[in-house]
């Protein structure tokens, strides 16, 4: 049990436009889900914590207007990196928990390269 | 949340016993000892978390001293499919709280 699924795997955009990457719970809810970046060779950072029903709650130096969260259900946060860069291109994963002590369970992560 | 200490690299013959280890000397009473691994290009996976108490599942073994200020991850049986990075990292309890992740231990299991 506790899968999170994340959609794409991979995109290649063009610089200036938008990606919308989608993270599923799939077989529980999630009243927050939580948003990593990984660059080559470096360890996860947090961006922002979704929470449903209401807004995102961003890291510092991370730009709210640049990566917008939704998180409009129980089992579905969605990110989109708007007019993306090459300094974009990196590795985005979700996770989320069952509840709150278990463990946090992650997606397989999008591979984001902006070209 | 507490920070870790972790080597950064380890090898590991495969068949054998990897034993990762983790300092956490400044970890609060209420925070548990969480283990995750990322094999290259996919998402970290959970294996293991306790508090005080040893704990075992069907991947691996966690070894907190009494003391809760280090603990070992032990995979009994290392195979080549076991190489990733480890990353041990503190969580409050309770809480459906964040997980902060640091350099953690890549693990090469050899043949």
């Known amino acids: 049990g506790a899968v999170v699924s994340q959609h794409p795997s991979r995109v290649i955009c063009k610089s200036g436009t938008s990606v919308k990457i989608e993270c599923r719970s799939l077989d529980f809810q999630a009243t927050t889900m939580f948003w990593y970046r990984q660059f080559p060779k470096q360890s996860l950072m947090l961006m922002a914590t979704?929470?449903?029903?209401?807004?995102?709650?961003?890291e510092q130096g991370v730009e709210k207007d640049k990566f917008l969260i939704n998180h409009a259900s129980l089992t579905l946060s969605t990110l989109t990196v708007t007019s993306a860069h090459p300094e974009d291109s990196s590795f985005y994963i979700c996770?989320?928990?069952?509840?709150?002590?278990?463990?946090?369970?992650f997606g397989n992560g999008t591979r984001l390269t902006v070209t | 949340d507490a920070k870790t200490t972790q080597p950064p690299s380890m090898d590991c013959a495969e068949g054998r016993a990897a034993n990762l280890p983790c300092n956490h000397s400044?970890?609060?009473?209420?925070?548990?000892v969480y283990w995750y691994r990322q094999i290259h290009s996919q998402g970290p996976q959970y294996i293991i978390h306790g508090l005080k108490n040893n704990e075992t599942n069907e991947m691996a073994s966690l070894i907190i001293t009494e003391d809760r200020k280090s603990s070992t991850l032990i995979l009994p049986h290392a195979t080549l499919r076991d190489t990733a990075v480890y990353y041990c990292?503190?969580?409050?309890?309770?809480?459906?709280?964040?997980?902060?992740f640091g350099t953690g231990t890549r693990l090469q299991v050899t043949l």
């Open positions: 990292i503190v969580r409050v309890a309770g809480t459906a709280s964040k997980l902060t």
């Open positions: 400044t970890i609060s009473g209420n925070e548990y």
């Open positions: 996770s989320a928990s069952p509840g709150t002590n278990s463990p946090l369970h």
């Open positions: 979704s929470n449903e029903g209401s807004k995102a709650t961003y």
